[in-house]
């Protein structure tokens, strides 16, 4: 089995462990819960089913669990003293946002600059990320950024499967904490730990919406990839960008 199918297990455990199963909820919440997701299924489309079940849960599970910001913090914590990659000098980079935020951006790692400084996307790709955020009318606060590997590869290269897989545990922490409902995966690397290995090229998969559990997966592609012109990077993004707007603003209805 390759580390990634590993890291793709574990998500779905994860899944099937964080968000319960009805029989972990109290009786009262489970009739509550079932009686929307009925009655929206009876009424609606698949579409606005799927819809009302992300933002559902994601309101459920916020009540549920209560002010997390402790808990994230002591996750950083700990993360933040995390050397479990020999060819990885750290620190690791800690995320940043608020519990609660709707949307989490999964980047692939820090570089030069976001190691020196110790914040995520706050190079070249990160300033150009978060212009064309604010150009899609995205609000900051609305956003929680996290990195698929928390420290820094050397040479810039991509992080080795078992340096994702190490950093996989603060990764599914955070999302626990922070119940996005959407969370986008930013280029092939985020995209193989939400999708797995197989998940395609970014061409045939950025801006699509894969739901797993309580969670829309949007992939898209990585403002590197525009910084380097790829093929299709900035529009692709862009349009995306765009797209995450208008499901974060019918979301937020
Ligand atoms: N690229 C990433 O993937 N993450 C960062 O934090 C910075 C650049």
Not at 59 to 65: P, Q, R, S, T
Request: hydrophobic fraction near 40%; proline fraction near 7%.
């Amino acid at each position: 089995m390759e580390s990634g199918d590993e890291a793709v297990e574990a998500f779905e455990v994860y899944y099937s462990q964080s968000i319960p199963p009805f029989d972990r909820f109290s009786e009262a919440m489970q009739q509550a819960l079932s009686k929307t997701l009925e009655e929206v299924n009876g009424k609606l489309g698949k579409e606005e089913t799927t819809r009302l079940r992300v933002k559902a849960m994601h309101n459920f599970l916020l009540a549920l669990k209560g002010d997390r910001s402790a808990y994230l913090q002591s996750v950083k914590q700990a993360m933040s003293s995390c050397r479990k990659c020999p060819e990885l000098s750290g620190p690791p980079v800690l995320s940043m946002g608020a519990p609660g935020a709707l949307i989490m951006l999964v980047g692939e790692a820090p570089g030069e600059e976001e190691q020196k400084q110790g914040k995520p996307f706050i190079g070249r790709a990160g300033k150009l990320l978060s212009d064309m955020v604010k150009s899609a009318g995205i609000p900051q606060s609305l956003i929680y950024i996290a990195n698929t590997c928390r420290c820094r590869p050397p040479g810039n290269r991509v992080p080795k499967k078992g340096e994702v897989k190490n950093c996989f545990p603060w990764l599914v922490a955070e999302i626990d904490c922070v119940s996005p409902m959407v969370i986008v995966p930013l280029g092939t690397t985020a995209a193989k730990v939400f999708l797995g290995p197989k998940a395609g090229t970014m061409k045939d998969i950025h801006g699509r919406m894969f739901v797993i559990g309580a969670q829309v997966i949007m992939p898209t592609y990585h403002p590197a990839a525009v910084l380097r012109s790829a093929k299709g990077a900035e529009e692709g993004l862009k349009d995306d960008l765009e797209k995450l707007s208008k499901l974060t603003d019918i979301l937020r209805e």
